[in-house]
């Protein structure tokens, strides 16, 4: 574990709001955007230090993702789009339904290097106190992938698909599993995924759950889980915990070296050192 996280305590950056999620770093303007759910409200954190709203109302917006060419993309869960903001801050829908009926709640959405995008469109946002209470219209929970071929769903074998990742190389996509507290490995195919086993479960102590999941340059996968982010190596060996004294729902590397860890807990956004940086958006 030591050969990947430094020997620094987990700090506080900013306390105070009601449930963070979505952090994404900006390497060009050194900012951090991140959604507090139940607030409909975005935030970002300017090289200076300062916080100041990014977009409210957000639709109470949960994961964020930024493409190749640095627009910013977000899951939206009071209305189950996924949408992209243009330069000159409008939104584009780039999904909300599927074969006519209306996505759940897309929830954390990840762009390869080729522009593909994939989400995870689990139930949440459809019941408090994460989103909007109403009907769903599909029967099933989805995995997507929005590229050259249209909205493709990958697979309905996850009961709570919630945060994901792709590979280093980009074979593979993980996928946590919030109901049943594992991360799930599928192969990806021009016409879809194979496999889909069981990669690493997230077990111990303390709060939390399955949820935001990353890769590091090295190719560790950090994921959250009950007492904070548990890190496993390449082949799903874990690695140990960083312990988070909230619930821990998702986390982003930035700084210039790329080796600061942005952790949304619940209340507060913390922030930790790695001695492996993270990988740019672009």
């Known amino acids: 574990m030591h050969d990947v996280v430094a020997d620094e305590p987990l700090r506080r950056v900013v306390t105070g709001f009601r449930f963070l999620e979505g952090p994404v770093w900006h390497p060009g303007e050194r900012s951090l955007v991140f959604s507090d759910i139940p607030a409909a409200r975005m935030s970002v954190l300017s090289a200076d230090g300062e916080v100041r709203v990014f977009r409210d109302p957000s639709h109470m917006a949960n994961g964020n993702a930024y493409d190749r060419q640095g627009r910013l993309l977000t899951c939206e869960h009071a209305t189950s789009r996924l949408v992209r903001r243009e330069a000159d801050g409008s939104l584009v829908t780039l999904a909300d339904r599927y074969q006519g009926r209306e996505l759940n709640s897309p929830n954390d959405v990840v762009v390869a290097r080729d522009g593909t995008i994939f989400f995870t469109d689990p139930g949440y946002g459809r019941a408090v106190p994460y989103g909007v209470p109403r009907e769903r219209e599909l029967p099933f929970c989805g995995v997507y992938r929005l590229g050259g071929r249209g909205l493709e769903l990958l697979t309905d074998d996850v009961e709570g698909p919630n945060g994901l990742c792709l590979s280093l190389d980009e074979r593979y996509l993980f996928v946590a599993d919030t109901e049943r507290m594992h991360i799930r490995r599928f192969e990806l195919t021009a016409g879809g995924v194979t496999g889909g086993e069981v990669w690493a479960r997230t077990t111990g102590a303390g709060p939390g759950e399955p949820d935001g999941l990353k890769i590091d ?26 312990g988070v004294p909230e619930t821990t729902a998702n986390f982003t590397w930035g700084d210039d070296d790329m080796c600061s860890l ?11 050192r790695t001695r492996v940086p993270g990988i740019r958006a672009f």
Do not use: E, K
């Open 217 to 242: 340059s090295a190719g560790n996968l950090f994921g959250c889980g009950p007492g904070g982010i548990h890190v496993f190596d390449p082949a799903g060996q874990p690695l140990g915990v960083i």
């Open 262 to 272: 942005y952790v949304c807990a619940s209340t507060t956004l913390y922030r930790f």
